[in-house]
T-cell receptor, first 117, second 118 residues
Framework: KQEVTQIPAALSVPEGENLVLNCSFT??????LQWFRQDPGKGLTSLLL?????REQTSGRLNASLDKSSGRSTLYIAASQPGDSATYLC????????????????FGQGTILTVHP | GAVVSQHPSRVICKSGTSVKIECRSL??????MFWYRQFPKKSLMLMAT?????????EQGVEKDKFLINHASLTLSTLTVTSAHPEDSSFYIC??????????????FGDGTRLSIL
């Protein structure tokens, strides 16, 4: 059974800092890994999706890396801003119990990020 | 980008009431839809997966008769919480994906429904 862990659980940084969020997963047989942002009381916004064959993906100030062999992914946020404050979730997509093709996402518990001015 | 609309955003009702939540993909055909439940300060827990025109596949521990899922079209899935009780109070989020067989497609999420049972 896939288990996804995120460290740290919470992070508070001053504006302008570069920061790294960590995600680890126990089963390396993944389709892909996705990073999401969740604002309080809201749904999830997809930030980056890394296919199993890829090592990293970049979007603006965000860079996500994937190391399947060690079961790790990191989300790097450059020059953080107060608007980046949110909960960041990583999710690994693996086969479901029935082995059907669509797979399922297993989520970590998230990192609550606060960027203060 | 892909848009998933979930309605209602918030429901408050009495114990014993049945509540229906709708999830629509607005600009793409969602062959597969997912329903999640999120407890306060916890991560998302997958409840069930539905493919258009087929019966939903429920995760272990999720009561099929309690949480009825219908995926009648490529743009609409519904979750009905039957005879809801206070312990069913939670944040429910749906997700939609293009393509049944292509698990490398990203999932797109709705804004969630806050269900409060009195």
């Amino acid at each position: 059974k896939q288990e996804v862990t995120q460290i740290p659980a919470a992070l508070s940084v001053p504006e302008g800092e570069n920061l790294v969020l960590n995600c680890s997963f126990t089963d390396s047989a993944i389709y892909n890994l996705q990073w999401f942002r969740q604002d309080p009381g809201k749904g999830l916004t997809s930030l980056l999706l890394i296919q199993s064959s890829q090592r990293e993906q970049t979007s603006g100030r965000l860079n996500a890396s994937l190391d399947k062999s060690s079961g790790r992914s990191t989300l790097y946020i450059a020059a953080s801003q107060p608007g980046d404050s949110a909960t960041y979730l990583c999710a690994a997509r693996t086969f479901n119990a029935g082995g059907t093709s669509y797979g399922k996402l297993t989520f970590g518990q998230g990192t609550i990020l606060t960027v203060h001015p | 980008g892909a848009v998933v609309s979930q309605h209602p955003s918030r429901v408050i009702c009495k114990s014993g009431t049945s509540v229906k939540i709708e999830c629509r993909s607005l600009d793409f055909q969602a062959t597969t839809m997912f329903w999640y439940r999120q407890f306060p300060k916890k991560s998302l827990m997958l409840m069930a997966t539905s493919n258009e025109g087929s019966k939903a596949t429920y995760e272990q521990g999720v009561e099929k008769d309690k949480f009825l899922i219908n995926h009648a079209s490529l743009t609409l899935s519904t979750l009905t919480v039957t005879s809801a009780h206070p312990e069913d109070s939670s944040f429910y989020i749906c997700s939609a994906q293009r393509g049944a067989g292509d698990s490398n497609q990203p999932q797109h999420f709705g804004d969630g429904t806050r269900l409060s049972i009195l």
